[in-house]
């Protein structure tokens, strides 16, 4: 079975280091991570990913939901077929409701929060391939 592709697009490297140590054990994943957000869709584009998540850093030039909501714009547009999830703070309310409301434009096709389980995560993953 080919593994799926996924890209990380996350500030936070400490994460997305822990998120593809853990997928060592799982092999319907191949975990590419990317920091760099103004590189984000290139590396979209280049790696072509089954899924993308994208997390709305607390702090930095990409803290907005909105402005991280339209690197997910642009990658839909680059790649239609790939399946994107927004990682954001359960406490953020401007992020909270952004999420809900890109999932309800169709904008993402789902949305976490920091504090989930890597075991939903995976899960989460195995129910948009």
Same mark, same amino acid.
Do not use: H, W
């Given at each position: ?23 060592? @054990? ?41 402005? +991280? ?18 990682? +954001? ?12 409301? @890109? ?27």
């Amino acid at each position: 079975m080919d593994k799926k592709k996924v890209l990380l697009i996350m500030s936070r490297e400490i994460v997305s280091d822990s998120i593809i140590a853990q997928s060592k @054990a799982n092999d319907r994943f191949d975990f590419q991570a990317e920091s760099d957000y103004t590189s984000a869709v290139d590396s979209a584009i280049k790696y072509r990913p089954r899924i993308v998540i994208l997390e709305v850093p607390e702090s930095g030039s990409y803290k907005s939901a909105e402005k +991280c909501l339209l690197i997910s714009d642009e990658i839909r547009m680059n790649l239609p077929q790939t399946r994107q999830l927004l990682l +954001c703070s359960e406490t953020d309310v401007a992020s909270r409701r952004a999420a809900i409301q @890109a999932k309800q434009n169709k904008r993402i096709d789902d949305f976490l929060f920091y504090d989930t389980s890597v075991k939903y995560l995976f899960s989460k993953l195995e129910s948009l391939i």
